[in-house]
């Protein structure tokens, strides 16, 4: 599949996302870290940010000012098939380890 046509595809499901959940346009001025998703975590002592990293097809979750986790796709495809096409806030921000992480 082309490549321009992923990348505009990818950037709309991210938008879509962000215009239903926001009301606001997903900001695509760094294509390696686009926030999707950001809250505190239970104690609301640290941000957690979820971000996609479209250039190495990456979505990464930060809790504080350290990476909790990321999951690398393949392809900008397989990140659109498994990923992207469905986009849940809760799934997104939900990380069952971060009580174990030492800020």
Do not use: W
């Not at 505009?8 to 294509?31: M, P």
């Not at 002592?45 to 990476?67: M, S």
Request: net charge negative.
């Amino acid at each position: 599949m082309n490549i321009a046509y992923l990348f505009f595809e990818a950037k709309q499901l991210i938008d879509n996302f962000c215009v239903s959940t926001y009301g606001e346009h997903a900001d695509f001025s760094d294509l390696k870290k686009i926030g999707i998703a950001h809250t505190t975590t239970e104690d609301e002592r640290f941000p957690i940010q979820v971000y996609v990293n479209l250039i190495e097809k990456q979505v990464v979750t930060q809790v504080g000012n350290e990476i909790a986790s990321f999951r690398h796709y393949k392809s900008l495809e397989d990140m659109i098939d498994n990923c992207l096409s469905d986009l849940n806030f809760n799934e997104l921000t939900e990380h069952e380890n971060i009580e174990a992480f030492d800020f």
